[in-house]
């Protein structure tokens, strides 16, 4: 299975995800970082996505759903950053609303759920 690389990660994206895959992610909303991640699994009736996260030169942290879904999206963070395969070009908050909120179309994506 390919992930894209041309928009935010969706739920969908990490269904059929064998357990074991490791990822590099990206974010770039309200900042802008990289990370890895372990994948695990997901939770059907939460939307949530399972695994393990590492940030450079840190060990992986212990297993949980630390990604979720906002506005259709997989996020990572109390900020609710889209992640992506592949570092969206801009910089971090433009993808923020004139409230600096996070738009529910991140680098000009629309939204898949409410």
Known sequence: MTL??????????FQF???GTL????????????FAWLHQGVDEAQHRIIGQFAYSEKPFSA????LYECFGWICRGSGAEPV???MPEGEPGDALDENGCLHPNPHGFPAKRK
């Open 63 to 66: 297993l949980g759903d630390y």
């Open 84 to 86: 992506w395969t592949k």
């Open 23 to 34: 990822l590099i992610l990206h974010y770039n909303a309200f900042n802008r970082g990289t």
């Open 4 to 13: 894209p690389t041309n928009r935010p990660l969706t739920f969908e994206d």
């Open 17 to 19: 995800l064998p357990a």
